[in-house]
């Protein structure tokens, strides 16, 4: 009878241990389908979560099943159920613990009758005992499977840091093969990079600056270096946004202004560009006048002026600005410096 | 080892040659008379509640014959006094004239007494067999007159003729260990009762199976029955389940039952579960004795709300549904 409770035993623990193998995948699935949403959705999930998360399912089934260990009283329970017993290991199994009536007729005929049922019931373990069938378990593996697909994929931090990267790869100086005017979001994406890379970079006014092809990416190819835009979102001050566009090159980039206004007049009537206030600056001499005195741009090609008088104030006070779209603030930095370097050209 | 087992073996033989015996008497009636049988040798009283004419009587002359016990037999009447069950003093005088009160004991002095149609004495005269059947012993006089050993009480009543009977009082329902309930023959068994009875009395011819000492002595082999833990846990638990302020009441009890089995229910299931045990070979009970006992140890046990008596729900459908749910949750 001892053996046969050993045998039970050896037998009910591994299929403890296969019922939590199973659990685990089934748990595993649900919390790495959990974890793939988030993935996909919020933000990507690390290889080490996903390790960490499975190790911590598999830990905790595991140290359930190796501590419920079954005794030698559940190991007959189960044995009488299973084998139709009508309670008799776990009958012979309290004879065995008490010393009571240790000498009764119906003690010695409990235990008997139990090593006797032992011997016939030994072979038909594991054939009674049965594990989970496979079936289910290969059933299991389905959610698992598919979360590992979905945690493969990229992940939602990844697809944003792509856009990123796009914006960024949009910065650098355009090649000779791509001449075409860009669609207008991406002159607003460029501008704005400008402007706060010229936050950053105000102490360093030599140091990395964007070209004027970087505004007007289209037609630009000289070597100047490009003029410091003050970042008009925040108020410079006076002379001190006047001063932030001071470069080191003297060079007017006038004639980059008339390719910007040819630029900007190349761009479809369709422009995904939605801002109805654009300015577009016209070099007519020595100042820059508009033409209807409005600042709109109304994307149907007409070219607009902004006087002089208006882009000193302006410069004052770019706050001014700050209803106008980014491209006509950039527009309007490089008229400040424009006139700087006029300024200067006449002293 | 060997004298161990043929300690069993001769338990059992001679509990099946008593049950053979006696369904030669009572054709067609198997579990009826294994489940008296149980109940006898338990220690237990029994009620036999079916219709008249289907042998009642002759079964409790043929248990009395087969283990060779007395016979008393009471036939109760609305005017049945309770002295006339247990007995009286009356005033005897001698040649000299003195008059002495001598105790004549009543038909309750036997070793198996009938009582038939319980339930047409007077609740006067049914409280005169409580203090019978669960003390075994008559006060009469202010002198207490122990019956004798061992000492049974199969009490019938008839399911019709309620007119003019007096309900058995739930306090006396309680000291009977079971109610058997006799079924109608069928016509295997009638054919076969036409052979047996239709010109003698099966009963005459009977021998008796077992002594008075054999009977004592299959009464402590019963005692001697194991029963594990898991069982007892699991007959605690039915009796619990009646119970509908139990932890362990089911839905049913709590919705149907309004008092349930008592704690004495308990033990008349635990000991007529080891008997059992017995005649199927067994020196320990199992969930199944104590489920196949349940019904003829509950039935008469418990009570439903008047509510849900006029449903139509009956003690059998109640524990029927309980039962089911024993079973279920202790599989």
Known sequence: MDRFLLAVRRRLWSIRLAEAGHRMLWYSGIALLALAGIHRLIAAVTMALVLAVVGLLAFVLLFRVVRQRPSHRQCAVHADRVFNGYALMTTAVECRNTSENADSFAVKTVLRQANDAAASWSPEISRRLRRTPTSTTVLAIIPLFVALVLLSLPGARFNAEADRSTADSARLPATDKDTSPHPGTDDVAKLRRIIADETTTNAHPSDGQPSTTDIFPAQHNETESAPEISNLAEPAGGTAGIASLAGNDDSLPGDAIARSTDSLNSRPAESSFQSSERVELQRTGPTLSTGTGSNTYSGDGQRREVRLPELVRAAAAPDSLAQSTVLSRAQAAYARRYLEQSGKSND | ?331
């Open chain 2, 1 to 331: 080892m060997t004298e161990k087992n043929d300690e069993l073996e001769s338990v059992m033989r001679d509990l099946h040659a008593l049950e053979t015996q006696l369904n030669r008497v009572l054709v067609g009636q198997q579990q009826l008379i294994r489940q008296l049988l149980i109940a006898v040798f338990a220690g237990g009283h029994v009620l036999l509640e079916g219709l008249p004419g289907l042998g009642k009587t002759q079964l409790a002359k043929a248990l009395a014959r087969s283990l060779g016990l007395d016979l008393g037999r009471v036939q109760c009447t609305p005017d049945l006094l309770p002295a006339d069950i247990t007995g009286s003093e009356i005033l005897l005088s001698d040649k000299a004239g003195t008059g002495t009160l001598q105790f004549r004991p009543g038909p309750v002095f036997a070793n198996l007494v009938l009582v038939d149609e319980i339930n047409r004495a007077t609740p006067r005269t049914q409280s005169a067999l409580l203090e019978a059947m669960q003390e075994r012993q008559v006060t009469c006089g202010g002198e207490r007159h122990v019956l004798p050993e061992p000492f049974w009480i199969i009490a019938t009543q008839n399911p019709i003729e309620l007119e003019g009977t007096y309900p058995l009082p739930e306090a006396q329902l309680d000291r009977f260990l079971c109610k058997l309930l006799l079924p109608y023959p069928e016509a295997g068994s009638l054919d076969a009762l036409l052979d047996t009875s239709l010109d003698q009395e099966p009963v005459d011819q009977l021998n008796a199976v077992c002594s008075v000492e054999r009977t004592r002595e299959l009464h402590r082999a019963a005692q001697q029955v194991l029963v594990a833990r898991d069982v007892r846990a699991g007959a605690i638990r039915l009796i619990l389940a009646t119970q509908k302020d139990s932890e362990y009441a089911s839905a049913t009890a709590r919705q149907h039952i309004r008092y349930g089995a008592s704690p004495r229910a308990l033990l008349s299931i635990i000991r007529a579960a080891r008997v059992r045990a017995l005649f199927e070979g067994r020196a320990h009970v199992a969930f199944e004795d104590i489920a196949a006992l349940a019904r003829p140890v509950l039935r008469h046990r418990i009570l439903l709300h008047t509510s849900s008596a006029l449903e139509g729900n009956t003690e059998r459908t109640v524990l029927e549904q309980i039962l089911e749910e024993w079973v279920q949750a202790n599989q």
